[in-house]
């Protein structure tokens, strides 16, 4: 069995800055893309950050400049360092790994929980 277990997020002014993190758990044989998304009330969950298991980053437009998205590949964690943060950053932040549970051939996709990250103005 594999979940991902978020930590982090809550409540921070405009301009401030905040963490997340994720770790997946269980029965893993190999963790491949790591990120995150978020969803707004009344939004559609978007992509805010990725990153595979060599490093390369992909990131939001909205995002740029003020998150940076990092991972220890050996405790197969993902974290997301949001600076600069703004009132429409306000969203709940979801975990998703692509994984290969031990005895399976291909990847599966996997979400967390969820954590409120709220901006206030």
């Known amino acids: 069995q594999v979940q991902l277990v978020e930590s982090g997020g809550g409540l921070v002014q405009a301009g401030g800055s905040l963490s997340v993190s994720c770790a997946a758990s269980?029965?893993?044989?190999?963790?491949?893309?790591m990120g995150w998304y978020r969803q707004a009330p009344g939004k559609q969950r978007e992509l805010v950050a990725t990153m595979t298991r060599g490093s390369t980053t992909n990131y939001a437009d909205s995002v740029k400049g003020r998150f940076t998205i990092s991972r220890d590949n050996a405790k197969n964690t993902v974290y997301l360092q949001m600076n600069g943060l703004k009132p429409e950053d306000t969203a709940v932040y979801y975990c998703?790994?692509?994984?290969?549970?031990?005895?399976?051939?291909?990847?599966?996709?996997?979400w967390g929980q969820g954590t409120q990250v709220t901006v206030s103005s």
């Open positions: 998703n790994a692509e994984i290969r549970p031990v005895g399976f051939i291909n990847y599966r996709n996997y």
């Open positions: 269980g029965s893993i044989s190999r963790v491949n893309t």
